[in-house]
Nanobody
């Protein structure tokens, strides 16, 4: 499975961006998907996930109410809609897929994209 993330960029605080992650070469079964991010000098952290079996979603407290994860199985694409962006959201955002038992843990996922840079100016 190859993942290609896009949609990052430079935006002012309060603005919005939508990240996309297209999966190719996927297995013929549904997978779970997640977004993680890594800011300069910090460890990669969980942002959001969508469950492979029931489509339920999970969010980090820092983005809850501002970010929305969704998926389009027909297009093999996962989205992250980011609203009311803050400077502290600045990071490289990574999409990932797999069948995690604990979606918050990055080692639970099997495939990772290369990341897309999001920069929020104050």
């Amino acid at each position: 499975v190859q993942l290609q993330a896009s949609g990052g960029g430079l935006v002012q605080a309060g603005g919005s961006l939508r990240l996309s992650c297209v999966a190719s070469g996927r297995p013929s079964i549904t997978y779970g998907a997640g977004w993680f991010r890594q800011a300069p000098g910090k460890e990669r952290e969980f942002v959001a996930s969508v469950d492979w079996s029931d489509g339920s979603t999970l969010y980090a407290n820092s983005v809850k109410g501002r970010f929305t994860i969704s998926r389009d199985n027909a297009k093999d694409t996962v989205y992250l809609q980011m609203n009311n962006l803050k400077p502290e959201d600045t990071a490289v955002y990574y999409c990932t897929v797999g069948w995690p038992t604990i979606p918050l843990i990055e080692s639970e996922y099997d495939y990772w994209g290369s990341g897309t840079q999001v920069t929020v100016s104050s």
